[in-house]
């Protein structure tokens, strides 16, 4: 009787961290090395190189015919994927996509999806065999020239590494995300590379800027430009890590009478076009690109998208760099060329470590192939050598066969031959009696005698295998040369400035307006620069009236100020239109319900504004600094408890002194230097007040003295030219102002 192990016996205590992290650490050796990340020899992972290893037993070479897709996925997760038939068939159909890779592998007849985002047709419509690449990148997996392995359930066999000569890991280019790492390589031309890995051969201590007359970028299957310079593209493949701005390609067409449009042909890779106009579309729906007046796709076999500008006078750079800003028309694509080695170990790699890594290769497959013919050329030349004895002593070896009953033996003592020289000569038919002729023999002899002597050569100079490997690279380069459709550049490389921020202005048409705001806090614009008289005659609500009314351009800004020293801004070309009666300007901003509204005017350039408060203080602020970006405006006076901000007041540029009166009809003047410029703050005390607090305050040139507006409609004002007596320190109380100044103790009327 056997014993039985206890439950309790087969339980083994452990640290529950040191059990974890083991279980992890399998399961992210396991995504590195067998999921995410390429290999540096023939820049596959698993999965791809499982499909393409499935097709070719298949035999869907380039001159077959098509067969299901079904049945390659079938085959790859039966006999070597065991992983879901979905995650396969999305692999397969990325080889095939056009869009995707740079050299398809697969060529697939039906619905692999497009450059809109569209998906593929289900597996059991679709069909594929393998491409030309394909058929590059395995060339060599029946010379002996990797090693094979056991698949998962060990019923069948998988080859390691593809062989062949093709550069797709750089070609190509791959992604994926590991456990604590990732990969991004973007594709390349096929013969830049091959013009770089020969530099390489030629010169193995290069310098790595050298490859870069070779390898002007990367070269992706939807075109566009590469914008970046060249200092930046050469540390980005000096240290494997980097990245590339990508600009779509587009070009100006006449429609005539002055009026154009920009049309797109090509998109940065890996863009979806339909995301790419939906996002074009929302910028014109929320009328963020107030330039641009639509986009249409006139898409069919190439990509045709039409941007049409709001006028002709829209500069056509200004439209493209603020698209290139907003939209994926310019994307960023990465570089990390995270790879797994020979040694099967990741490692972030530069160019030339990974041209180099795949040259070792190819040596390392060149060698394995010559050995392998030469142990096929040993094989025949001592089938040859068997063949020439029977063929010099013919009759005597019919008659052992015709005689013996065991003839084998007899021939290999009469002759000296070995077992499988005397097998051969027995398996002879006797049609081929006529072949054994000893010229032909010793014809193929001499040839495979002096093929073995060249390969014999080849494997034993480390310079004849490059001078091989230089020839074949040149043969694989004429195939995927610049002048053929497939391998002609279709990226261009050319430095750019990074688009530009265009302002606002920018994008709206200047066109004059007259702004009117009601005493109630209704605001329009009319069109053109009517007459303020008339502007204020124009129609109101009933018991509303004209308050404010002046002239501005739609590309202005608009400083509207609360009592509560917060100030908003207006778009002037967001104003509602002079037909009606407008908009409350309290739709348009987040005014406080206890504040009201003193003042609106337009932030023209240069503009500085003297702030006062009730209290009497006040500061100098650029109209610049105080924009707001939002409805909820701006705080810029910090007031006093029961203090109200009083007076805003535009600084004239040759002004050099200030004028400020009380309510108790006190008037000051001082120096517009002791006035502080500041951007938010209480500001500094103007004029001192025993009762009351301050009335109105104005910024004058003391040359040309100060005027005030006489009473009445007659529209005149007076000037006092001799202000000594006023003169003193801010601060001061100051003195009674000159005979005739206004009882409203105001400069303006």
Avoid at 88 to 107: E, K
Wanted: glycine fraction near 8%; include cysteine.
């Amino acid at each position: 009787m056997t014993d039985v192990a206890e439950p309790a016996n087969l339980i083994v205590e452990a640290a529950f961290d040191d059990a974890l992290s083991q279980r992890y650490l399998v399961y992210a050796m396991s995504t590195i090395t067998a999921r995410s990340l390429p290999d540096v020899r023939d820049g596959l992972k698993p999965v791809h190189r499982r499909l393409l290893w499935a097709m070719r037993l298949l035999k869907l070479d380039p001159a077959s015919g098509y067969k299901k897709c079904a049945r390659v996925v079938g085959d790859v997760i039966g006999k070597y994927h065991p992983h879901g038939d979905q995650s396969v068939y999305d692999a397969m159909v990325r080889l095939a996509q056009t869009f995707s890779l740079r050299y398809p592998l697969v060529d697939g007849q039906g619905n692999f999806g497009n450059v809109d985002g569209d998906n593929a047709a289900a597996m059991r419509y679709t069909e594929a065999r393998l491409t030309q690449a394909a058929g590059d990148l395995m060339a060599g997996l029946d010379e002996g020239a990797v090693d094979y392995r056991a698949t998962y359930n060990g019923e069948d066999e998988e080859p390691e590494v593809f062989p062949g000569l093709f550069p797709n890991l750089l070609a190509n280019g791959a992604s994926g995300i590991a456990v604590g790492m990732a990969t991004n390589i973007p594709p390349h031309n096929v013969a830049e590379l091959i013009d770089a890995a020969t530099h390489i051969i030629d010169q193995p201590e290069c310098d790595p800027a050298e490859l870069m007359q070779f390898v002007k970028g990367p070269d992706f299957p939807t075109g566009a430009h590469v914008v970046d310079n060249p200092l930046s593209i050469a540390e980005a493949y000096a240290t494997g890590r980097g990245s590339f701005r990508v600009r779509a390609r587009w070009a100006l067409e006449d429609q005539g009478r002055g009026t154009w449009v920009a049309v797109i042909s090509e998109i940065p890779y890996q863009v979806q076009k339909s995301k790419l106009i939906e996002q074009i579309a929302t910028l014109i729906a929320d009328k963020r690109l107030p330039i641009l007046a639509d986009v249409r796709d006139e898409s069919d076999a190439e990509i045709r998208i039409v941007l049409e500008p709001r006028s002709r006078t829209v500069e056509p750079q200004v439209l493209m760099d603020s698209l290139f800003r907003l939209t994926e028309l310019e994307t960023r694509i990465s570089l990390n060329l995270n790879v797994l080695d020979a040694d099967r170990t990741p490692k972030v790699m530069s160019l030339k470590e990974v041209l180099t890594a795949w040259l070792k290769h190819q040596i390392d497959v060149l060698v394995r192939r010559s050995q392998f013919r030469l142990a096929k050329i040993d094989d025949r030349i001592e089938l040859l050598d068997g063949y020439l004895i029977a063929y010099l002593n013919l009759d005597r070896v019919i008659q052992i066969i015709r005689g013996e009953d065991e003839p084998k033996p007899v021939l290999i003592a009469e002759f000296g031959l070995n077992d499988r020289q005397a097998e051969a000569i027995l398996n002879m038919r006797l049609r081929s009696l006529r072949k054994l002729e000893e010229m032909e023999i010793r014809k193929e002899r001499d040839a495979l005698d002096k093929e073995r002597a060249d390969l014999v050569a080849l494997i034993e100079s480390p310079a004849k295998q490059r001078t091989r490997l230089k020839r074949d690279l040149a043969k694989m380069r004429d195939r995927y040369g610049p002048e053929t459709e497939l391998g002609r550049r279709r990226t261009t490389i050319e430095e750019a400035a990074a688009a530009r921020e265009i302002p606002l202005e920018a994008m709206i048409d200047r066109e004059p307006i007259t702004v009117i705001l009601s005493q109630r806090g209704w605001i329009r614009a009319m069109k053109g620069h009517a007459a303020l008289a008339e502007a204020e005659t124009s129609k109101f609500k009933d018991g509303d009236g004209p308050w404010l009314a002046f002239h501005a351009q739609t590309t202005d800004k608009l400083l509207l100020v609360a009592d509560n020293g917060r100030f908003y801004t207006l778009g002037a070309d967001k104003l509602p239109g002079g037909r009606g009666f407008g908009e409350p300007v309290r739709m348009m901003v987040d005014i406080e319900n206890d504040a009201q509204t003193i003042s609106l005017m337009p932030a023209l350039p240069g503009l500085k504004l003297l702030l006062a408060a009730s209290d009497g203080r006040g500061f100098i602020v650029a109209a610049s600094d105080i924009l707001a970006e939002t409805r909820k405006g701006r705080q810029v006076v910090n007031l006093k408890a029961d203090a109200k901000l009083k007076i805003v007041s535009p600084v004239p540029p040759d002004a050099d002194y200030v004028a400020v009166v009380g309510d108790n009809r006190k008037l000051l003047v001082f120096p517009l230097t002791e006035l502080p410029e500041m951007t938010r703050g209480q500001g500094v005390s103007l004029q001192r007040y025993r009762d009351g607090g301050l009335s109105d305050v104005t910024a004058f040139r003391y040359e040309t003295g100060l005027s005030w507006a006489m009473g009445g409609d007659s529209g005149r004002t007076r000037t006092e030219t001799d202000l000594t007596g006023w003169r003193a320190a801010r601060g001061a109380a100051g003195r009674m102002p000159p005979n005739g100044f206004p009882r409203n103790n105001r400069f303006r009327s």
